[in-house]
């Protein structure tokens, strides 16, 4: 999936049931709100991430990369990993020209970049 970094929501806690022990315990997320290149009409996305990917993508956003190929291998919480791959500049879109609400205090909403 191509997506451009469209801002940071920062750091967030949320609460999750661990379905095998029915206890809730609270994780850290860092949230990013993001448009995917190939559908840029479907507007904002929130992407919820580890700290771990977060230091990944912090570490393009750094370099000045704001768009970017992410590709997903794996399928469970263990064993997934995320792999970044810069775009050119000229397959940025100019964000001015789309309308996007801002939802961004949807707690519900949570889209992860696919493969």
């Known amino acids: 999936m191509k997506v451009q970094i469209f801002s940071i929501l920062g750091k967030v806690s949320r609460e999750i049931k661990d379905p095998n022990s029915k206890q809730v315990k609270l994780i850290t997320a860092y949230d990013y709100r993001l448009v995917d290149l190939e559908h840029p009409n479907d507007g904002l996305k929130t992407w919820s991430v580890s700290r771990t990917v977060s230091d990944d993508v ?37 964000l001015s020209k789309y309308k996007f609400e801002d939802t961004s205090n949807d707690s519900n909403e949570s889209s992860a970049p696919a493969s």
């Open 58 to 94: 912090d570490y393009w956003l750094g370099k000045g990369v704001y768009a970017m190929e992410v590709e997903r291998r794996g399928s469970g919480i263990n064993d997934t990993k995320y792999y970044f791959t810069p775009l050119p500049q000229n397959e940025m879109l100019d």
